[in-house]
């Protein structure tokens, strides 16, 4: 089941691709957290990866934190190995932490049908936002930036303008 | 001709395949019906060398041969675009270039 809007962060505690264990306490100094459901595999992730970095390097003075998690089944997955995530976010430059979920227990808390999948946080980590980044994969075919209008909203003290969309993207992969 | 379309359920983007290939069908003037084939299982994928979901396949040649030797397997496919950005969906280029 999908966490509702209004919904208080469920908690976690996960080791993260530069080898520091994250939790949700970790970020109770910004105003807003957007836990993103992610990997490395899916080219729908891949195709939002750029925007993923924009966001945080364009919202990150402002009191905003973006959290990647990866729940993936890298047995069946190999792709998103620890060691794979490690590789990828040192490669494409990752300036969002980037953790993994290993026993799938934070996923299922959360409910992530899709990778990409977002789950924005106000300042009392209640769910004000959920679905996806924008509009379209293809960032030439964008007209509404979700994520970004979420935020400009909430940043603002205002709700956003669109509280739910649905998540495009592979689906997460669970183990059998 | 024989177009194909191999699909996972897993991915979402096979309706857009869909309908893309069929849009380049009709631009091209060709009377072609897609043929829908789905992959369900692990082995299935190894037995159709399918490298993710979509695949897409005129007479047998795949529109996209690089990626064709991804090993098999039930996922989605990443396709490369010519300017180096990543999609789940082949260029219409790339879908008339296999056309021709």
């Given at each position: 089941m999908t966490?509702?809007?209004g919904t208080r962060a469920p908690s976690f505690s996960l080791p993260g691709v530069d080898g520091a264990t994250r939790a949700l306490d970790d970020y109770a100094?910004?105003?807003?957290?957007?836990v993103v459901w992610s990997c490395n595999h899916c080219p729908y992730v891949q195709a939002w990866e750029d925007r993923m970095m924009a966001v945080q390097r364009d919202y990150g003075a402002r009191g905003f934190r973006l959290v990647a998690?990866?729940?993936n089944d890298a047995?069946?997955?190999?792709?998103?190995?620890?060691?794979?995530?490690q590789r990828r976010a040192r490669e494409r430059g990752f300036n969002f932490d980037y953790l993994l979920d290993e026993d799938q227990s934070v996923a299922r808390a959360y409910g992530p049908e899709r990778t990409p999948e977002v789950f924005l946080f106000d300042s009392d980590r209640r769910l004000v936002y959920h679905g996806a980044i924008d509009d379209s994969y293809d960032e030439?075919?964008?007209q509404v930036h979700y994520l970004r209008d979420a935020l400009d909203a909430l940043l603002d003290g205002r709700e956003p303008p669109v509280a739910e969309t649905p998540p495009v993207g592979c689906s997460v992969k669970w183990r059998n | 001709m024989k177009v194909e379309l191999l699909y996972?359920?897993?991915?979402p983007s096979y309706p857009e395949a869909q309908r893309l290939i069929e849009e380049v069908l009709a631009r091209a003037g060709v009377e072609a019906a897609v043929e829908l084939r789905e992959v369900e299982s692990d082995e299935q994928a190894a037995r159709l060398r399918f490298p993710g979901s979509p695949t897409i396949r005129i007479d047998g040649r795949d529109v996209d041969p690089v990626g064709a030797e991804t090993p098999p397997g039930l996922t989605c496919r990443l396709y490369h675009l010519p300017d180096g950005r990543i999609s789940p969906l082949p260029t219409r280029e790339q879908i008339d270039a296999a056309l021709a």
């Open positions: 966490l509702a809007l100094d910004v105003d807003a957290l957007a998690i990866n729940s047995e069946r997955y190999p792709a998103d190995s620890f060691e794979a995530m030439q075919g964008v | 996972w359920r897993g991915c």
